[in-house]
């Protein structure tokens, strides 16, 4: 009995055995599958990260320091006459930025970067991962999305690619980049490199510079204190600048020789020692050194490298330039030499500039572009008249930008509606009032310079006298959007803005902000070059000190028009520089084809033209705009002045001549009377330069707002050719 009691709880005690071996087996299996799943996901996000950074952050890993080079001056060269290379300029920076090698660099200031910034520096392979996750969990922990934990390399990294940006992505790139880094580098190169490239604050780049400043002496001669004083700046070099603040500088030194003390860089007495030491602050002596003031066309090759080398190397701006003044480049530029003398003849000679009939308290101001049309190459500019005293100031030839008025209307108008075959230099167009034309898009209606209205005319003679109202019209035909599109995709405009998609900006060249002189420069161009625009560039290619190409500015073209359209346009510009509004600028030795532009109130003249060797455009006005008093248009004198030097002993070139003028009569606006045939040439009905403007009205809400018209905040409309203010339908 007791043995059958036995087997029951033996058979019993199996079952239960077997019963929870299968649930542990059970088990296994579930968190083995958790595993596998586990694995198998971890391994596809692996492959899909892979598949990231090398498609998405490929581009973004790739960086040398032979790009970097930072201690030899870039030199400047154009071709003279015989085809030689000479040297134009040697870039020098605002700051005597000199390398210093590690020799020259003490110990102490080493270990004390070391100590502040990346403690495990020489353990670690460019990434400090204990920093990296306690950063990643400090963004979870306090949602703060600042991105910390970086070693000397990666802020290496962020100094010469200048890319600050707080995002995933970026951090990603950082740490790749700087696992990729010290493959190639050690770690003394990456400590040289740092303390010769990063910003130590009051214009100081480098160690070199640092040391002069906060206490002029070479840094081999700081001391421990100092080192620490000037290491300690690193982290906010503003706040921590003793010039900003001695107690700041002193707390953070005090704290960077406590590092060096706990890390064992120094005993205790050298810790107490330089706590202790009285630090003597001295600007440096070589602050206020003379620094060479580059020419409007030096500074114009700067700036346009500079973005070049951003572009191409992804670094920012402070990086570019450091490169482009010490990098040892060899820049090849466009730069005419002899057409760059007659531009300053006429520019720096305050004397030869046309003076005012009334006087204004500031001094007349102009800028030129000029430009070869074939190449794109400009061969000469000038930003201002006068002596240029200082570098960086506004380039008036290359950044303002000012309403062009009536030059705009060939560019915005005229060739367009000829490419969309909308109009001929022969259609009809009934220049009439406000009483008799009505916009389809818009209530708003110009005037005329001479408030007056010449009935049917061609649009040849429109564009010779600058009728306001024909243009128009045209531009109500060809639609904004199209004006607009032709502009920038065909033209190469990279100024206007959404405001400019109305009425008075396009037909008058009233723009919100206005265009640059290079822009409307490299724009008339495409005139006498067949519908060809190319690029303008002040630089062919850029070497480094060895000859090895750095940047090569290739001519970039494309058709903006068909050659018939801009022949087409060429003649009937030709028409207006000889009989029209722009016959102060011809100088009749060489067939001249351009047109004039002056903005509301008189604020801007302009005058835009070409021969069929170059291309320039001429901006007169106020830095301050005011009303501008004189006897006909000083854009055009002034072009005339300088464009007739340029081509003193040139043989005659001829434009070339249009293939077909147009033989259609369409008319645009109502007929009182038949059509009469077109005249040869047109008179002179609307001269920019005679009549004072009307004063316009206040505009009034369109009938129909089918496309914007003046914004909304003006209070006093703009006009056209000198003002000639607006007329409104009610």
């Given amino acids: 009995m007791e043995s059958d009691k036995l087997r029951r709880v033996e058979k019993a005690a199996g079952g239960v055995a ?24 971890a391994l596809l996000f692996a492959c899909i990260f892979a598949f990231y950074v090398k498609t998405t952050l490929q581009e973004d890993l790739d960086i040398s320091l032979s790009d970097y080079s930072l201690s030899e001056s870039s030199i400047l060269y154009y071709e003279d006459a015989n085809g030689d290379w000479q040297e134009l300029v040697t870039l020098s920076g605002s700051e005597n930025r000199i390398w210093v090698e590690l020799d020259d660099i003490p110990d102490h200031l080493v270990k004390a970067l070391v100590a502040i910034e990346d403690r495990r520096f020489y353990e670690h392979k460019g990434v400090d991962w204990f920093r990296t996750l306690a950063a990643i969990t400090t963004i979870f922990s306090s949602s703060d999305d600042i991105f910390g934990g970086s070693t000397i390399t990666q802020q290496l990294i962020k100094n010469l690619t200048g ?10 790139v950082e740490i790749f980049q700087a696992l990729e880094f010290e493959k190639k580098y050690d770690k003394d190169e990456i400590i040289t490199w740092y303390l010769n490239a990063v910003y130590f604050g009051e214009g100081s780049y480098g160690i070199y510079a640092a040391a002069k400043t906060y206490f002029d002496k070479e840094p081999s001669e700081l001391s421990l204190a100092e ?47 330089a706590v202790n030491e009285q630090l003597v602050f001295a600007r440096s002596a070589n602050e206020a050194r003379q620094q060479e003031i580059y020419s409007w066309y030096v500074e114009t090759v700067i700036e346009d490298v500079k973005a070049d080398l951003m572009e191409q190397k992804g670094i920012s701006s402070e990086v570019a330039e450091q490169l482009l003044y010490s990098g040892g480049y060899r820049i090849y530029t466009c730069y005419d030499a002899d057409i760059q003398a007659k531009v300053d003849a006429v520019y720096q000679n305050l004397d030869a500039l046309p003076h005012a009939y009334r006087t204004s308290e500031q001094q007349l101001q102009s800028a030129i572009v000029i430009m070869d049309p074939y190449t794109g190459e400009i061969v000469a500019l000038s930003g201002g008249v006068g002596e240029k005293t200082a570098n960086l100031i506004t380039n008036r030839a290359t950044q303002s930008e000012r309403p062009p008025g009536s030059s705009f209307k060939p560019l915005s108008v005229y060739a367009p509606a000829i490419e969309a ?3 001929t230099q022969n259609t009809l167009v009934n220049d009439a009032g406000a009483d008799e034309i009505q916009l389809s898009g818009t209530s708003w209606y110009p005037n005329n310079s001479d408030n007056m209205n010449h009935g049917i005319m061609t649009i040849r003679q429109a564009v010779m006298s600058s009728i306001n109202t024909v243009a128009a019209q045209v531009l109500d035909k060809l639609g904004l959007d199209a004006s607009y599109s032709f502009l920038e995709n065909n033209l190469g405009f990279t100024t206007l803005i959404e405001q400019d998609r ?66 087409n346009v060429l003649d009937m510009l030709y028409g207006a520089a000889s009989g029209g509004t722009g016959t102060e600028a011809n100088f009749w030795s060489q067939p001249v084809a351009g047109k004039t532009g002056t903005s509301s109130n008189y604020w801007n003249r302009w005058f835009c033209g070409t021969t069929a060797y170059y291309t320039a455009a001429v901006w007169t006005g106020y830095d301050m705009p005011e009303r501008m008093y004189f006897y006909g248009n000083p854009a055009a004198q002034i072009w005339r002045s300088v464009m007739s030097a340029v081509h003193e002993g040139l043989e005659w070139r001829s434009f070339p001549t249009p293939s077909y003028v147009g033989g259609d009569t369409m008319i ?3 007929l009182s009377s038949p059509s009469p045939s077109p005249s040869e040439e047109p008179t002179d009905t609307g001269a920019e330069e005679t009549e004072a403007p009307v004063e316009s009205v206040e505009p009034v809400e369109p009938v129909e707002p089918v496309e914007p018209t003046v914004p909304a905040e003006s209070t006093e409309p703009s006009g056209g050719d000198d003002d000639p203010g607006y007329v409104f339908l009610p």
């Fill in 502 to 567: 109305n009425y008075p900006s396009l037909a008058l060249g009233e723009l919100t902000n206005g265009a640059t002189v290079r822009e409307m420069t490299q724009a008339f161009s495409t005139f006498v070059n067949g519908g060809i625009f190319t690029e303008s560039h002040v630089y062919t290619r850029v070497t480094d000190s060895a000859g090895s190409l750095v940047l090569e500015n290739n001519i970039e073209t494309h058709v903006a028009m068909r050659a018939n359209t801009a022949y």
């Fill in 18 to 41: 077997g019963a929870l071996f299968g649930a542990v087996g059970l088990v296994a299996k579930i968190l083995a599958t958790i595993v596998l799943i586990f694995l198998t996901t």
């Fill in 163 to 172: 890319n600050n940006d707080v995002t995933v992505k970026r951090k990603l």
């Fill in 668 to 670: 645009f606006g109502d």
């Fill in 227 to 273: 080192s620490a004083a000037i290491v300690g700046i690193v982290n906010l070099p503003t706040y921590y600048s003793p010039f900003y603040s001695e107690e700041n500088n002193k707390n953070r030194q005090e704290t960077v020789l406590r590092e060096m003390y706990e890390q064992g860089y120094i005993n205790y007495e050298e810790y107490t020692s």
């Fill in 421 to 423: 075959g909308l109009i």
